[in-house]
């Protein structure tokens, strides 16, 4: 069982544990439903609900491989699934539980909203309007006219079932406050750090103009007023000396400018994307670079320019200050944009170094819609793990 969940452990660990909230409540009912009908409690509508519910289990099991490669969207697809075959047979066999069925409709669009693209949102409120109201009027044309009779089943079905439907609402309302929360104070944290960052990457873009391009510009002024003092004096050949030391200087200077810009945006990745850029970049380290990548598609200018300029900060990391000999970059386009960059460096301990160019990496990748992990150690390299979960490569 642990290897078949397994696959949603590569989702968002708010997703994952609401789906394991999801199938322990439906395994719980159908437990408790079990056990009832094999103490005796045996009756025709007991025998549909534990069948559906059986299905639904299924369904539900079901979605973690698909979810290994497929990622959310497979995920709250299966739970949707699930949820109205549920819905649909729990009401056909007993109509008295057609207020906790047509609730169960909305549990799929509740756990999507922070997970899918708006289409799939958009998708999952009609099947939660139109389920919902189908499921009512399924259960009033059900009804049974003569309750009394039938009102030991009724009152099984609901006692075994009403908990655990109310555990996953309770779990879903606690779970979207929980995340409300969070992402407001992460907001706060964001923009201070989105400020720090900007104003360090501004006093860093200063040094490099002041210490490169301007101190050349002025070494140029100054050869410039030798050569009109050659020339004054009729010294062709010296001035001709000075104006080749000139062209070269102003060579010199044009390559630092164009390498500062690519810094700031390299037009390679505006052009022709992510991987070309890369590829690039690879050629152009002092490092050895390993590239590998596979079932790549190009995402958005953003996220394509959040995973760029975090995999450079890393490589120039692994080139300045790891020591590394060489580096593997790993990008995968499923089941979401996710990237990978390891070096066999020195490492270092994290407590005993400031963040520095991490927040700016982290604050890149969270504006995006990302995240990112470090793992490093003293002698062990480092590796820089990021990736887009909430950016569904099928949405």
């Known amino acids: 069982m642990r290897r078949i969940l397994a696959g949603w452990d590569g989702?968002?660990?708010a997703l994952a544990w609401l789906m394991r909230i999801n199938l322990l409540a439906l395994a719980t009912a159908t437990v408790l439903l079990a056990a009832a009908y094999l103490l005796g409690f045996q009756?025709?509508?007991v025998e549909i609900d534990l069948a559906v519910m059986a299905v639904s289990l299924v369904v539900l099991l079901a979605t973690p491989p698909l979810a290994r490669r497929h990622g959310a969207t497979a995920a709250i697809l299966g739970l949707t699934?699930?949820?109205?075959?549920?819905a649909v047979g729990g009401t056909w066999a007993t109509p008295v539980l057609s207020p906790l069925t047509a609730l169960l409709t909305m549990v799929p669009l509740l756990v999507a909203y922070p997970y899918l693209s708006a289409r799939w949102v958009h998708a999952l409120m009609v099947v939660a309007v139109l389920g919902s109201a189908g499921i009512v009027a399924l259960g009033e044309w059900r009804r049974v006219e003569e309750l009394d009779q039938l009102w030991w089943v009724n009152a099984l079905v609901v006692a075994s079932s009403l908990p655990a439907g109310v555990l996953v609402v309770v779990f879903l309302v606690r779970g979207a406050y929980t995340r409300l929360k969070e992402q407001s104070t992460q907001l706060t944290d964001s923009r201070t750090r989105i400020v720090e960052v900007a104003d360090a990457a501004r006093?860093?873009?200063?040094?490099?103009?002041?210490?490169?391009a301007q101190q050349r510009l002025l070494a140029m002024s100054v050869t410039i007023e030798r050569v009109r003092k050659e020339l004054e004096a009729g010294r062709q050949e010296g001035a001709t000396t000075l104006l080749g030391q000139l062209a070269a200087d102003n060579r010199e200077v044009l390559v630092e400018l164009r390498e500062l810009a690519r810094g700031i945006y390299p037009p390679l990745l505006a052009e022709r994307g992510l991987v070309a850029a890369l590829q690039s970049t690879a050629r152009r380290s002092t490092v050895p670079v390993t590239l590998d990548v596979a079932?790549?598609?190009?995402?958005?200018?953003?996220?394509?320019?959040?995973?760029?300029?975090?995999?450079?900060?890393?490589?120039t990391n692994a080139a300045k200050h790891a020591g590394?000999?060489?580096?593997?970059?790993?990008?995968?386009?499923?089941p979401h944009l996710s990237f990978t960059v390891s070096d066999n460096g020195s490492g270092f301990d994290q407590a005993l170094v400031e963040a520095g160019g991490l927040l700016g990496m982290e604050a890149r990748m969270e504006a995006a819609g990302?995240?990112?992990?470090l793992e490093t150690a003293p002698g062990r390299?480092?590796?820089?793990?990021?990736e887009f979960p909430l950016l569904d490569s099928t949405g």
């Open 43 to 45: 009756h025709t509508a």
């Open 81 to 86: 699934l699930s949820a109205l075959v549920f």
């Open 370 to 373: 990302g995240r990112l992990r």
């Open 324 to 334: 590394a000999s060489e580096v593997l970059v790993t990008v995968r386009g499923l």
């Open 381 to 386: 390299g480092t590796t820089v793990h990021g």
């Open 11 to 13: 989702l968002d660990p």
């Open 203 to 212: 006093r860093s873009l200063e040094r490099d103009l002041h210490d490169g």
């Open 295 to 315: 079932d790549f598609e190009r995402p958005s200018r953003q996220v394509e320019a959040a995973a760029y300029f975090c995999i450079l900060e890393a490589l």
